[in-house]
């Protein structure tokens, strides 16, 4: 018989209790994932791939809701540089998110009603506990790699730093090793849009069938500027006015660029939770690596004996190169061996999700480099 | 693959299975030969995203960054090796560099063309027009060697530094040459130094 662990669109309910770093305990544990590739006898093909902020476990199959291809088919896939046909691929939708893993639209035990605002407020490094757990079900001790971009850059590089014997190598792309003031400060833009939005209703929004839409759709158009870079704002859309010959002198969507993030926003609140993005935001803003380990990022890297590759581009200004080159100045500093290269994109922060063929190079040629 | 004539040198006198950083590794030539017939740790450093990439699709961890600024991070003395090569001329600080190197490496590779080459003088003494030679390709305006040296200079900075010359090769197109008369007659020169 087949074994149900491995396959697309799967699910499991594990009874944990897991322990987050606020304190809490969290049980049970909900992860909905999916597998690609045929796990090797001695374990030791396995990547472990994470997800951005309202990523998802489809990296690399159809979504089954809106028959999309996965969000990293360019990495994933076939003759790609993780390839089914030789690795045996995880990818695992994160704690506190809303594609099944557990996260606040999720039923708590204790009361029979979604979580809301009492699901626990959960860290990077707690997404990355429940991965482990994941991985302990699969069978996988060992990761041959884990692989990730944006906030999945920093759950890969928090995978070392809190099992340092468990992963081989580490890819880290577009990422950063903390929040800066400036990141806190957009995703508070965010968070605070939602909460003013007088359908959030604390949270409990759950039972009403009217989310708080317009709050979610200002906090994606916020976020989404910084995804993108000015040079490439300007020559997708530079000032051209939206369906008409000249300014309406009025609030409509006058710009091309008005209409195109307010399209951004109405299409997010279709496939994101409201309380999810407050949840993740905060996990990402409480992210500081080095702060995890006495305040010296280095130290979060001694224990461990994986490569490391960093992948940053040169228009990203949401985590520039500065915050990969930090990093790599920790890995030497620990001595451990480092890749890095920063790729020159129009794209800005976007450009790990784009069609980068050198990207794809430098990360075929880490992975295929480790002995 | 053949090496270049003062990788091919270094290549023969690192120690099988020794650490070694090579600062300004290009596309990781030098690196790949250390780590398939040594059996090397080597790590690299380069300026140029293009080598980089190059480097790490041969599977070498390889670090775009930049001599002058990215080598404070290295704890001392973690490398048997640190390798400058064809590099120290491009460096806006080649005496910190050259500091930092001597730093992190037990000992130091260092290559250079040199500028005292009897073809170079006579580019300058005869022609009056900065030297375009083999080693040296670029025009005045658009070479990256800002801090040109010759052989003597850089002994006579050693010397200054207390830096120890453990061993020196000096070539030419014709090959090797002797330290006699290096100064007039050697294209570059390679030197492994200690402190």
């Not at chain 2, 010759?150 to 020196?168: K, P, Q, S, Y």
Request: with cysteine; proline share 5%; charged share 20%.
């Amino acid at each position: 018989m087949e074994d149900q662990r491995f396959g697309l669109s799967r699910r499991v309910t594990l009874p944990g209790p897991l322990r987050l770093d606020g304190g809490a305990m969290l049980a049970p544990v909900e992860i909905a994932y999916e597998t690609y590739g045929t796990l090797a006898p001695d374990g030791g093909n396995a990547i472990l791939i994470c997800h951005a902020l309202t990523g998802d476990q489809h990296v690399a199959s159809f979504h089954p809701r809106t028959g999309k291809p996965g969000w990293w088919t360019r990495l994933v896939g076939p003759d790609k540089p993780i390839d089914p046909a030789r690795d045996f691929v995880v990818c695992a939708n994160v704690l506190g998110s809303c594609m099944g893993s557990s996260g606040p639209a999720s039923i708590d035990p204790s009361t029979g009603q979604p979580y809301a605002m009492r699901f626990p407020v959960i860290t990077v490094r707690d997404m990355v506990r429940a991965q482990a757990m994941l991985l302990d079900h699969l069978g996988v001790a060992t990761l041959k790699a884990v692989v990730g971009g944006s906030m999945g850059g920093m759950q890969a590089l928090s995978w070392p730093a809190t099992f340092p014997d468990r992963v081989r190598a580490c890819v880290v792309i577009a990422s950063t090793a903390r929040h800066t003031a400036q990141n806190i400060a957009f995703h508070e833009v965010g968070r605070q849009a939602i909460m003013a939005d007088p359908k959030w209703r604390g949270g409990d929004y759950y039972g009403h069938d009217d989310p708080p839409a317009a709050g979610l759709s200002v906090a994606r158009m916020a976020a989404h500027i910084t995804y993108l870079s000015e040079a490439g704002l300007t020559e997708k859309f530079g000032r051209k006015l939206q369906a008409r010959e000249a300014k309406g002198f009025g609030f409509d969507a006058d710009f091309q660029v008005e209409s195109y993030l307010r399209h951004q926003g109405l299409s997010f609140v279709d496939r994101f939770d409201a309380n999810s993005y407050l949840y993740i935001t905060r996990a990402m803003d409480y992210f500081d690596l080095a702060e995890e380990h006495g305040g010296l990022l280095a130290n979060a890297f001694r224990r461990t004996d994986a490569r490391f590759c960093l992948v940053s581009f040169d228009t990203d200004w949401l985590y520039p190169t500065i915050e990969s080159r930090h990093i790599v100045h920790a890995l030497n500093a620990a001595g451990r061996a480092a890749t890095f290269v920063e790729l020159s994109s129009p794209y800005g922060h976007d450009a790990f999700l784009l069609d980068a063929p050198e990207m794809n190079r430098v990360v075929d040629g880490f992975l295929k480099g480790g002995r | 693959m053949i090496l270049r004539p003062d990788l091919a040198i270094i290549a023969d006198h690192v120690d099988p299975g020794a650490r070694v950083l090579d600062v300004g590794c290009g596309d990781g030539a030098l690196m790949a030969a250390l780590r398939d017939t040594r059996g090397v740790d080597a790590r690299g450093l380069e300026i140029d995203p293009a080598n980089v990439a190059r480097a790490v699709g041969r599977g070498l961890p390889v670090i775009q960054g930049d001599a002058d600024l990215d080598l404070a991070g290295y704890p001392d003395a973690s490398f048997d090796y640190a390798i400058l090569s064809q590099t120290l001329q491009t460096c806006r600080a080649p005496d910190q560099v050259l500091d930092e190197l001597l730093r992190i490496g037990r000992r130091a590779f260092v290559s250079f063309p040199n500028f005292a080459h009897w073809r170079v003088r006579l580019s300058l003494l005869w022609g009056g027009r900065m030297p375009v030679t083999r080693l040296l390709p670029e025009q005045w305006y658009d070479t990256p060697n800002i801090h040109h040296v010759t052989i003597d200079d850089f002994r006579a900075f050693l010397a200054g530094r207390a830096v120890r010359i453990e061993d020196a090769w000096f070539l030419s197109k014709g090959g090797a040459r002797t330290s006699t008369g290096a100064n007039l007659l050697a294209e570059h020169a390679v030197f492994l130094l200690k402190r």
